[in-house]
């Protein structure tokens, strides 16, 4: 097949799959809504979210695997069931996992 022609065949495919992946991935991020700093501040100061450090311990502590971990990126967020900590924690091996925390409770409640 000549080198235009597969692009083409590339392009016609990419135009095809490019609305299911955009509508699936809006769906996906629909339920949850982050939290700035002024609102993270305004719920952990009215008792609704736990600190972000017991979060973190909280994490820590029920994630399966040996070594350290550090949270490389933290993010408080609504979702339909209430307020969670969206946690990413990165091992000395490299391993990435994601845990998800009530920040009612501070109970971890989910990986992802």
Known sequence: MPRMTRLLAFAA??????P???ASSAEADEPRACLNKAEQRA???HGQAVT???????????VRGRG???V??????REPNGLVYL???LARDGKVTHAVVDASSGKV???R
């Open 13 to 18: 495919a990419l135009a095809a799959v490019a």
């Open 20 to 22: 299911v992946l955009a």
């Open 43 to 45: 719920a952990i100061s």
């Open 52 to 62: 972000l450090a017991a979060a973190i311990r909280s994490a820590r502590g029920s």
């Open 68 to 70: 350290a971990r550090e």
């Open 72 to 77: 490389v990126r933290a993010r408080l967020c």
């Open 87 to 89: 946690l990413t924690l």
């Open 109 to 111: 409640v989910g990986a």
